[in-house]
């Protein structure tokens, strides 16, 4: 993962600890960022679902008794 990876280069000298506590906050922040519009789009496509249920009960209404 781009965890142990950023873990692997700091302890190699290849990036200083700033560098690290820089990609940790980017780390982080994309996957807040991936879980907000994971939300999203659940909410998407209940809606979706939603309106596809109206239309279907509007185009195909109960028989009336």
Known sequence: TAAEQAITALANGDI???QYDA???????????LKR?????????????IKFQ????????SPQV
């Open 37 to 49: 519009l994971e939300t999203e789009a659940k909410k998407f496509f209940r809606m979706q679902a």
């Open 23 to 33: 990609l940790q906050r980017e780390i982080v922040d994309t996957e807040n960022e």
């Open 16 to 18: 200083t600890q700033q």
């Open 54 to 61: 109206v239309q279907v009960k509007n185009f195909c209404p």
